[in-house]
Nanobody
């Protein structure tokens, strides 16, 4: 059974930085799309950033501050978050999807990011 294991969340002051990591445990075929989402209480989960072999895509709210990257050899995706704001506070989830056989759609368990002074 494949699991996505996230790390790197925590408490940071406004203007600070954090780097999230998400690695697949177990054997997994290379994902078409890797991504990060976030969710706050009472709100729907929202897209933060995705990355494919063709490039990356970001939510307008994080453009210029966050950078997504992937290491295919390690089946790992990263999210470098700079210039963090209190409104970035959320639980962050990673997601791996493959659209061709073997198809799959895996989510991580979530990691808390809190931006507060």
């Amino acid at each position: 059974q494949v699991q996505l294991v996230e790390s790197g969340g925590g408490l940071v002051q406004p203007g600070g930085s954090l780097r999230l990591s998400c690695a697949a445990s177990g054997s997994i075929f290379r994902a078409n799309v890797m991504g990060w989402y976030r969710q706050t209480p009472g709100k729907q989960r929202e897209l933060v950033a995705t990355i494919t072999s063709g490039g990356s895509n970001y939510a307008d709210s994080v453009k210029g501050r966050f950078t997504i990257s992937r290491d295919n050899a390690k089946n790992t995706v990263y999210l470098q978050m700079n210039s963090l704001k209190p409104e970035d506070t959320a639980v962050y989830y990673c997601r791996f999807r493959n659209f061709n056989p073997p198809k799959y759609d895996y989510w991580g368990q979530g990691t808390q990011v809190t931006v507060s002074s």
